[in-house]
């Protein structure tokens, strides 16, 4: 499904689209992936996303984000609320003190022919600032970085690519699949 409309609610209503499609032709127990661009990775569109699980969503995040790695769960008990947030992660800035939980490299070949290297760096376990209504902190995604090399190792964008996997079911999808599937 894709939907046009610059309003969040038109975004909603698409997702929501491919929810009910999904529960219309019985596919609950069959994985089901959605692929979206940056505008679908609003926290409105992700609460929907959450409520289906055999769903999982695949999205481009903008360059300029900032996630946030999940707490780890404090071993003795302390007092006060439990923390929420890990480190910060600005997804524009190479200071980043978080490092990749695995990386993997690959050939993709264009449509043009060419034979790219890609490498993956994986950050499983990310999450995003919630709202009032949506508790992001409660559904971790798995933040892919794709960098792409030509055959001489010269890097052919400028930017890397990256892009969010959300879902109970988010580790089924390797992460070649995930680039593929974008």
């Known amino acids: 499904l894709y939907s046009s409309a610059a309003s969040d609610v038109y975004k909603r209503q698409g997702v929501k689209q491919a929810v009910d499609f999904i529960k219309s032709q019985n596919l609950e127990d069959q994985l089901c992936l959605l692929i ?3 505008a679908y990775g609003t926290s409105e569109c992700r609460s929907v996303i ?3 699980d055999n769903l999982i969503q695949i999205f481009r995040m903008r360059n ?10 404090a ?3 302390t007092k006060g609320r ?3 947030y890990g480190s910060k992660f600005s997804l524009n800035s190479c200071d980043n003190n978080i490092q990749p939980d695995f990386c993997e490299s690959f050939s993709f070949e264009t449509k043009k022919g060419k034979i790219l290297t890609i490498k993956a760096e994986c950050y499983e376990d990310m999450i995003f600032k919630g709202t009032k209504d949506y508790k992001a902190s409660e559904h971790p995604f798995r933040l892919v970085k794709y960098t792409a090399f030509d055959e001489m190792g010269i ?3 400028k930017r ?3 892009i969010a996997m959300l879902g109970k079911r988010r580790k089924e999808i390797s992460i070649n699949e995930g680039f593929t599937n974008y």
């Open 36 to 38: 979206d661009d940056s």
């Open 50 to 52: 959450t409520s289906c």
């Open 64 to 73: 300029n984000r900032t996630v946030f790695k999940m707490a780890e769960k």
């Open 75 to 77: 071993t003795e008990e």
């Open 82 to 84: 439990p923390k929420t």
């Open 155 to 157: 890097l052919v964008f």
């Open 160 to 162: 890397p690519l990256w």
